[in-house]
Structures are given as structure tokens and as C-alpha cells.
């Protein structure tokens, strides 16, 4: 078998770069490990970036999404009891959209039927032949059968867990790691959400997050040790977590019903440079995790994917391998700015066990600076909605 591009993962990185190369006429293979039910069975978080609902429509992906997603205009931050508004499309012009993960990725599954692209699933022991040679290969087991495929590049979007970074050889590749000692245990509820839509929320007993997916369903958020397990959160428990967290506004707007998805999720900064090893490229959560404050993982990856399209349309339309060369560099400086954004938020907003009465001074004062400044609320509304690609 042979294709032009190998995509290892059918993930929203997999799935968007697939899209994209198929119509700029680049022919590709998706290997995913899982069924497409388990897939699409993920909640994730659900805020795009301008730049990101850019791509899904340029993929021809943003019907629905244009349809049902929401746009937002404005951001609330509850800080020790009160209630603050950023103006994001004030200060830049631009609006976010709040749209499920999940929904995303059923709407390229979509747009890759209707173009007839060749997902593989149940693809079991995937592993990467030859990536720094000119012919590079993937072999994978399916029913008991061995496959080879044979092609010009390989996407590694196959997720933190995956096997495209551990191709790279260990002393070639350099990480970088933060853990937080804490999690967030998210409930999704059909609920109406609360009248803000979108709350971030440093208290006294530790942050929380009110968050939507539309009219009637709701994500709330709670920092939780990580120590707790979920069977220690009841519903009720939950909720009264998290309204003693909320500024009196909020908490007034606030309607709670029975969880219908409940999960602890630790938080995590991490980044593998490079993102390119020969003709293999990492894409995403394969190269790169960010903790959830500020919602950059999907966005973060339909950069890469961004970039990565760009090199490859452009090495087939005229044979340069500049684009290629340069993507690792050319990615890398944007994960590392979203990296900065999200471990900043982590950082202001969070109640952590080892924290000194100064250093809880420090997190007011970032606090006072970002929302007594038009200029820092300007500067951080322009990377929520997405630094340019
Ligand atoms: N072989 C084949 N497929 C694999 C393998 C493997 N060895 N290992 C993992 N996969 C598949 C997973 O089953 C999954 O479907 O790769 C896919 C990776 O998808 P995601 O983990 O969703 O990663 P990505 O596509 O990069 O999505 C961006 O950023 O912060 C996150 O929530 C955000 O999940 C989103 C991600
Ligand atoms: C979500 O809706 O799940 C969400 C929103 C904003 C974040 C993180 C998660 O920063």
C-alpha cells in the first residue's frame, strides 16, 4: 500500500490535517488505534480561537459550527468574591466560539466521508519505519493481519500516549515538564448555564470555571487535590463546591441538576522539541500538553496543523522543503507562547498546598494588574483568542 501522507491518530489533529491535505489533492491514510464511537465518546473542552473556526471553514467544516456554536464577546473573571468583565471583542476585534470538541470531531468525520478519506481504525502495534530516510514506512496489525504502508510523510497525531514521539530517538529529544499539584473535576449537566456564560474564578478555597456547550447543557469546573477520586464528589457536593467559590452575582444565576458526565483530570505543562524528525512531524497533544486554564489544547494543535499543511501543500506544489525544515521552529515559537498563557492563568488562579502569605500577594497583584489595565487586558484577550499563525 502507499499513500503521500501516513497520519497516525484520528483525533481533531489527525482528522483537520487529513481534511486539508485531501482537498489540496494530497492523498492520505489515518491510523487510529480505537473505533470511531470511542473517539467521538471524549468530552474535552470547548472554546475555539478566532483562527481556529478560520481553518474549520477554510476545511469545510464550518457549517454547524457557524449553525450551533456560540460566539462570545466578553469573558468574566470572580476574583475573592467579585465580579470582573474583559471585553475581548472590544480589545480585539475578534470573537471566540463555543463549540464541543467533540463536535469538531464529528463534523470532520463528516467532511472525510463526504470526501471519501481512508480512515483506518482498530490499526493495533502502529510502528514508524525509516523517517529519516526518503521512503519512510508504517506497518500496523489489524484482524490478526499485518499492513505496510509505504509514503513520503509521516503525522505523528496520535496524542500524548502515542507512538510517533518515542520514534524520535530519546537523546534527540529534549522535554520540558511542569505537573500542578492539584486537578479539576468537571461535571457536564442539562443545565441552563449561568447567565455570564463564561466564568473564571479565584476563591479563597481555589479556583473554579463556569463554562458552557450550549442553551440547555452546562461544564463546571472545581480544583480539586489530587488525591481526590470522583466517587468522593457526589452531585450535591459538587455544587456546593462550587457555588461557595462564586462572586454573589454569579451564584445567584446559577441552576444545578444531575451530572450526566463527572471526571478529575491532573494538570500538566509539557512540550517535546523538536516537533520534526526526518519526514516524521508531531502534531498536538503528541508534542505538546497544556493544563486546561485558558483552553489552548485543540486550539494549540490546529496551529501545528496549520503549519503543517502550509509546508506540505506547498513542498508538492513546487518541491521546496523549506516549510518542512522550518515547521518544528515555526510551531515551537506558538506552543511555547501558549504555554506561557496557560501556565500564567494555572499559576494566578489556582490555591497551591505550598503557597507562602506572599505568595498568595503576588496572585492578587497579577490579578490587579491584568484587570485594572486596559493595556494587560488588551495583550491577554489577544493570545485567549488566539495569537496569529
Ligand atoms: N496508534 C494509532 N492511534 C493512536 C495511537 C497508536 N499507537 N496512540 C494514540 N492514538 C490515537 C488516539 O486513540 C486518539 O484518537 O491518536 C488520537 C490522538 O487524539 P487526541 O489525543 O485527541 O490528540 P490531538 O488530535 O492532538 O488533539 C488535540 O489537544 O488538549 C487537547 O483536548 C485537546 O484532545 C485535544 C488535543
Ligand atoms: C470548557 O468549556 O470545557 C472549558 C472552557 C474554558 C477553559 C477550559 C475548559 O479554559
Redesign the pocket.
Known amino acids: 500500500m502507499r499513500t503521500q501522507v501516513a497520519i497516525?491518530?484520528?483525533?481533531?489533529?489527525?482528522?483537520l490535517l487529513s481534511q486539508l491535505l485531501n482537498r489540496a489533492g494530497i492523498a492520505t491514510v489515518v491510523?487510529?488505534?480505537?473505533s470511531r464511537d470511542?473517539?467521538l465518546s471524549?468530552i474535552?473542552?470547548g472554546v475555539l480561537e478566532w483562527g481556529t473556526t478560520e481553518l474549520l471553514r477554510a476545511a469545510g467544516v464550518g457549517e454547524r459550527m457557524d449553525r450551533e456554536g456560540k460566539p462570545h464577546d466578553h469573558i468574566h473573571f470572580g476574583v475573592n468574591g467579585q465580579l470582573f468583565r474583559v471585553d475581548c471583542h472590544g480589545l480585539t476585534g475578534r470573537r471566540l466560539m463555543v463549540y464541543g470538541?467533540t463536535e469538531v470531531?464529528t463534523d470532520l468525520y463528516a467532511a472525510q466521508d463526504a470526501i471519501g478519506g481512508t480512515i483506518i481504525h482498530g490499526?493495533?502495534d502502529?510502528a514508524l519505519h525509516d523517517v529519516t530516510s526518503d521512503r519512510p514506512r508504517v506497518t500496523?496489525v489489524k484482524d490478526g493481519e499485518r499492513h505496510d504502508l509505504s509514503c513520503d510523510f509521516i503525522a505523528g497525531?496520535?496524542?500524548?500516549?502515542?507512538?510517533s514521539r518515542p520514534t524520535i530517538p530519546a537523546e534527540r529529544r529534549r522535554e520540558f515538564e511542569k505537573v500542578y499539584p492539584f486537578g479539576w473535576l468537571g461535571i457536564l449537566s442539562r443545565t441552563p448555564p449561568v447567565p455570564q456564560h463564561m466564568v473564571y474564578v479565584a476563591s479563597e478555597s481555589g479556583f473554579a470555571l463556569c463554562s458552557m456547550r450550549n442553551a440547555m447543557l452546562s461544564r463546571h469546573y472545581v480544583q480539586v487535590p489530587l488525591t481526590d477520586r470522583v466517587e468522593d464528589w457526589s452531585d450535591a457536593r459538587f455544587w456546593d463546591a462550587l457555588t461557595e467559590r462564586l462572586p454573589e452575582e454569579v451564584r445567584a444565576g446559577l441552576v444545578t441538576g444531575p451530572s450526566i458526565e463527572k471526571s478529575i483530570a491532573p494538570l500538566r505543562s509539557f512540550v517535546s522539541e523538536p516537533m520534526r524528525w526526518g519526514r516524521l512531524f508531531l502534531?498536538?497533544?503528541?508534542a505538546h500538553?497544556?493544563p486546561?486554564t485558558g483552553a489552548?489544547?485543540?486550539n494549540?494543535?490546529v496551529g501545528d496543523v496549520f503549519y503543517l499543511q502550509e509546508a506540505l501543500v506547498e513542498h508538492y506544489a513546487t518541491g521546496s522543503m523549506a516549510g518542512i525544515e522550518g515547521y518544528s521552529t515555526r510551531a515551537l515559537d506558538r506552543v511555547w507562547k501558549a504555554m506561557r498563557f496557560s501556565w500564567q492563568l494555572t499559576m494566578m488562579m489556582h490555591r497551591f498546598p505550598q503557597d507562602t502569605p506572599y505568595d498568595r500577594r503576588m496572585q492578587d497583584a497579577e490579578l490587579s494588574m491584568l484587570l485594572d489595565s486596559a493595556a494587560a487586558q488588551k495583550a491577554w484577550a489577544e493570545t485567549y483568542l488566539g495569537l496569529p499563525y
Not at 491510523?31 to 480505537?34: I, S, V
Open positions: 497516525i491518530g484520528a483525533g481533531p489533529s489527525g482528522l491510523l487510529e488505534r480505537q470511542h473517539v471524549r474535552r473542552a470538541q470531531t490499526a493495533e502502529v500496523w497525531c496520535d496524542g500524548f500516549h502515542g507512538v502534531c498536538g497533544d503528541a500538553i497544556v486546561p489552548k489544547g485543540l494549540l494543535a
